[in-house]
């Protein structure tokens, strides 16, 4: 079974922020390749990136928002990423430039046809393992993520069938003071965070880091420890 995020911190662009995430429980970090998030860092940058993550055994995933298949083979030939996480109106047929990294999903959860015709599109790919979480943000149709909207949390549960059989990463919005509350009210298998833990775009807070870690349910650290 391929790894998915459990605590993801989201549109890390320092080196020197990698260790003190590492440190603090964080398992995974996004790396931001979208040209216009103010959390997006070069191929170089990226690599750096990836190489000091790696060595401190935490997850990688590259995160894109509508790239063309061109873009992601060169993206994927030169920064070594674990997941790719695809965070915009992506065709499954972009799947197979995905060179068989394995895949997180993101869509928005508000109640729109189009989100649920976009999921349902993209289950076949659950079934043959190419897909192996949903990412749940805010609707954000320009920006994608890291705006602090707050996810439909209430939408998530009971878990809709069509997002069953996978995990589910909460996004959208998530800070210390809401998280456990998120987790709480979705049973999401993971949460992923970015300017809830940051001092500004990009650079983060090793106490906000700290106090959201901490703040995470008792009883959703222990099953997930298990």
């Excluded at 995430?21 to 216009?36: C, K, R």
């Excluded at 055994?57 to 920064?79: F, I, K, Y």
């Excluded at 943000?137 to 069953?164: F, I, M, S």
């Amino acid at each position: 079974m391929h790894r998915t995020p459990r605590i993801k911190v989201c549109g890390v662009t320092l080196l020197g922020d990698l260790d003190f995430l590492a440190a603090s429980g964080v398992d995974s970090i996004g790396l931001n390749f979208v040209p216009h998030s103010p959390r997006c860092v070069n191929y170089q940058l990226g690599q750096q990136l990836s190489r000091r993550a790696a060595e401190l055994g935490l997850l990688r995933v590259a995160v894109v928002m509508n790239p063309t298949v061109e873009q992601l083979n060169e993206l994927l030939s030169l920064v070594d990423v674990d997941v790719v996480q695809l965070h915009g109106t992506e065709s499954p047929d972009l799947a197979t430039a995905c060179q068989g990294t394995p895949i997180i999903k993101t869509v928005s959860w508000s109640g729109r046809s189009e989100e649920a015709a976009l999921v349902r599109a993209w289950l076949p790919l659950v079934e043959s393992g190419e897909l192996v979480a949903w990412l749940i943000d805010a609707h954000a149709p320009v920006a994608g993520g890291g705006t602090g909207k707050t996810a439909c949390w209430d939408l998530l549960q009971p878990r809709p069938l069509d997002l069953r059989g996978i995990p589910l990463v909460l996004a959208g919005g998530l800070t210390p003071e809401n998280v456990c509350q998120a987790l709480q009210t979705t049973s999401a298998e993971g949460v992923d965070t970015a300017s809830g833990v940051e001092l500004r775009p990009g650079i983060k807070s090793p106490e906000r880091v700290q106090l959201f870690v901490q703040n995470l349910p008792r009883e959703w650290k222990i099953s997930n420890d298990n």
